[in-house]
Antibody, heavy 117, light 110 residues
């Protein structure tokens, strides 16, 4: 069974940083691209970033480009999202997800990030 | 990276069929056959219902079907059931190698 467990969310001041982590299990992690999607409670889904299976290629939404960095460690089955220069509009539930391009076929339960002074 | 356009809400009675549209551009929906649809119940993570425009993942009911014409994709749910009541999101891969979601459609089963 695929499991994705996010951690690292919390409350941070505007301009601050957070690093989200996602521990993956139940599948051959190094074979799959991984994605981060966020959702403001009560609102829609927003694609944030993706990383290729090898980690060599990364992709970002315009809204986070230059501020967020996605990475992965295939030896530890982990994917990360380093978030810098955080803004109030980055407040959301952040989902770690398996897949990219054709579909996301598994999702974690999310970790909540709140940017507030 | 503008969001794909979906109706805010649709409704139908049990047993009926409904269709949710998803309109993009020639840089996303119209560019590739990489449109997928997600169902999200309140407080839950999304679940993929359709991928590659019209393919159903294992375990998804054949009451769910997808199609595409030009820059518009569609999700059809036939034989509506109470459990289908949820939010539905379309998504598409784009020519910038990014993804874009639709704004979401709330399905109400009357």
């Amino acid at each position: 069974e695929v499991q994705l467990l996010e951690s690292g969310g919390g409350v941070v001041q505007p301009g601050g940083s957070l690093r989200l982590s996602c521990a993956a299990s139940g599948f051959t992690f190094s074979n799959y691209a991984m994605t981060w999607v966020r959702q403001v409670p009560g609102e829609g889904l927003e694609w944030v970033s993706a990383v290729s299976s090898s980690g060599d290629s990364t992709y970002y939404a315009d809204s986070v480009k230059g501020r967020f960095t996605i990475s992965r460690d295939n030896s530890q089955n982990m994917v990360y999202l380093q978030m810098n220069s955080l803004r109030a509009e980055d407040t959301a539930l952040y989902y770690c997800a398996k897949g990219y391009v054709t579909m996301i076929d598994s999702w974690g339960q999310g970790t909540l990030v709140t940017v507030s002074s | 990276q503008s969001a794909l356009t979906q109706p805010a809400s649709v409704s139908g009675s049990p047993g009926q069929s409904i269709t949710i549209s998803c309109t993009g551009t020639s840089s996303d929906v119209g560019a590739y056959n990489y449109v997928s649809w997600y169902q999200q119940h309140p407080g839950k993570a999304p679940k993929v219902m359709i991928y590659d425009v019209s393919k159903r993942p294992s375990g998804v009911s054949n009451r769910f079907s997808g199609s595409k014409s030009g820059n518009t994709a569609s999700l059809t749910i036939s034989g509506l059931q109470a459990e289908d009541e949820a939010d539905y999101y379309c998504s598409s891969f784009t020519s910038s190698s990014t993804w874009v979601f639709g704004g979401g459609t709330k399905l109400t089963v009357l």
